[in-house]
């Protein structure tokens, strides 16, 4: 990893560096992400503390630069009992400022990493025309298995995703 920036999990204190990267994603990128900046602009600090993971596999990871969060990665572990052996990786986003300087690259690893402790298959969709992104997936090992069509809708614009998965090994005592 570069020296310029470090990647932790991010807690309920970070609430106010994280609804800002994440209002910026929503606003920046409507297309890569099924939440909207409509929805999430309302919510209060509190719950958007209450909502960040503090136990358990669920996790945001954020790439910090000198204190500040230029990025961010989620994880999250399907509940049911049936589906729990899944997880799936959800809002990447790196600061335009900080793209193409391994960032994205770095948070995808961290979730990757994590996420073989917990489960044995990790789970993402990408928008079909969005090269960075499927470059940094696909870079890392995930395979597309399939694409929804009309997944995403903006506007009156349908953007089509590619559904990828990753094998990862059994946990250890699993
Ligand atoms: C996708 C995103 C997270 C990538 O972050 P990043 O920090 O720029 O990525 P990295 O620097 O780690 O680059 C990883 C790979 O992607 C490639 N890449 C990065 N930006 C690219 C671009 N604009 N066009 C083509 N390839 C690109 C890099 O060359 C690298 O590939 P390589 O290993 O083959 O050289 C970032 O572009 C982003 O936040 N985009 C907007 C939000 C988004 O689309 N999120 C994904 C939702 S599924």
Do not use: C
């Not at 209450?50 to 136990?55: E, G, I, K, W, Y």
């Not at 358990?56 to 052996?85: C, Q, S, W």
């Not at 790196?94 to 690259?105: A, F, L, N, S």
């Amino acid at each position: 990893m570069s020296d310029s920036f470090s990647i932790r999990p991010l807690r309920p204190s970070d609430a106010p560096a994280y609804r800002d990267l994440r209002l910026e994603a929503l606003q920046s990128s409507p297309e890569a992400f099924g939440s909207s900046y409509e929805e999430e602009a309302p919510l209060s600090l509190e719950t958007i503390a209450a909502r960040t993971p503090t136990s358990g596999p669920n996790a945001i990871f954020g790439a910090f630069a000198a204190d500040v969060l230029i990025g961010m990665a989620g994880f999250a572990v399907y509940e049911r009992l049936k589906t729990r052996h899944k997880g799936v990786m959800w809002g990447v986003f790196v600061k335009p400022e900080w793209r193409k300087q391994r960032v994205g690259q770095a948070l995808v690893r961290q979730v990757i990493d994590h996420a073989s402790r917990h489960v044995i298959m990790l789970e993402a969709a990408v928008g079909l025309t969005n090269e960075s992104a499927r470059r940094t997936y696909h870079g890392l090992g995930f395979k597309p298995y399939g694409i929804e069509r009309k997944a995403i809708r903006v506007s009156d614009v349908f953007h089509d995703e590619e559904l990828l998965y990753l094998d990862l090994p059994q946990p250890k005592g699993a």
